[in-house]
């Protein structure tokens, strides 16, 4: 598998993760793979893109600062080439979307 497809899951991975918070055994049941071509949970992890954090009791999953930065810097680019709204992504985790002015 290339590094593209690799690349665009872990995109995937992270729009999923920024939409709402994720026990760590969702994000697992979802995302672990023993295919070793797709190490799309790993990679994010080992990059810093997402963390484990606990909340009230239970391990949760997180993007971070640094996935939301590539999330954005990749939708902003996918925007400019597309035509397509601009998304932007807040810190705390919410999405807001604007049509370039016409």
Known sequence: MSNTVVEALILDLLEWVATGERSYEEVMD????????????????????VMKEEVNGRCVVKITSSGLTLLEQRKLLRGVKHGAATVTAALEGHWTSARPEE
């Open 30 to 49: 979802a995302w672990r793979t023993s295919c070793p071509r797709l190490p799309v949970w790993e990679d994010a992890n080992d990059r810093g893109l």
